[in-house]
């Protein structure tokens, strides 16, 4: 099955500084890249996604970029702010090879610290 | 508009017992999912479903068994609590599959379910 691997696992910066998170997966037929981010407490919440048909996209401070031929897509966060402190995961869709549905893979998350 | 509402919050279990772990949706959502979500370890699909009726096995599927007789709930069962199944639990929700058509994937806040 898929593997998707994500560094590094914990992440501190200053307010104001830029944060990258980066993941790896393994099969060339995953075709959809979401990142969430997890609150304590609370349910992960998607805060950005990217189709395997996309190198780059952006949404005010955060972007996420896509290297289809090395297989790695990175999370960028601009000014980071003290609320932007989260568990960020990565995951990976990829089509099931028996039912052809496809399912997500995560990442083992980011725990991200921004220190005002 | 409730969303994903997970029940019970917290639960404590002996080992060998049963229990269900309910979820329900009021988005008219075809594909629902359960994954736990263990220290380290990111969130690991256990069961999904694409319809009433239609339901497959995730990457840990042991011990579970999910069914879907209605669009709008998709419990999940532990049929004999084992220490190992002590973990956190998700249930997400969508309109389509992962990747298909720009519909996220929204999570409930969880179940914490301890087995002693």
């Known amino acids: 099955g898929e593997n998707v691997e994500q560094h590094p696992s914990t992440l501190s910066v200053q307010e104001g500084d830029s944060a990258v998170i980066k993941c790896t997966y393994s099969?060339?037929?995953?075709?959809?890249f979401p990142w969430y981010k997890q609150e304590l407490g609370k349910g992960p919440q998607l805060i950005i996604d990217?189709?395997?048909?996309?190198g780059e996209k952006k949404d005010q401070r955060i972007a996420v970029t896509l290297n289809k031929t090395a297989k790695h897509f990175s999370l960028h966060i601009t000014e980071t702010q003290p609320e932007d402190s989260a568990v960020y995961f990565c995951a990976a869709a990829i089509p099931e090879k028996n039912s052809g549905y496809s399912t997500l893979t995560f990442g083992k998350g980011t725990m991200l610290l921004v220190s005002p | 508009n409730a969303g994903v509402t997970q029940t019970p919050k917290f639960q404590v279990l002996k080992t060998g017992q049963s229990m269900t772990l309910q979820c329900a949706q009021d988005?008219?959502?075809?594909?629902m999912s359960w994954y736990r979500q263990d220290p380290g370890m990111g969130l690991r699909l256990i069961h999904y479903s694409v319809g009433a009726g239609i339901t497959d096995q995730g990457e840990v599927p042991n011990g579970y068994n999910v069914s879907r007789s209605t669009t709008e709930d998709f419990p999940l069962r532990l049929l004999s609590a084992a220490p190992s199944q002590t973990s956190v639990y998700f249930c997400?929700?969508?309109?389509?599959?992962?990747?298909?058509?720009?519909?996220?994937?929204?999570f409930g806040d969880g179940t914490r379910l301890s087995i002693l």
């Open positions: 099969d060339s037929a995953s075709n959809y």
């Open positions: 990217i189709r395997s048909n996309v």
């Open positions: 988005m008219n959502h075809e594909y």
């Open positions: 997400a929700s969508s309109y389509s599959l992962p990747g298909q058509l720009d519909q996220p994937q929204h």
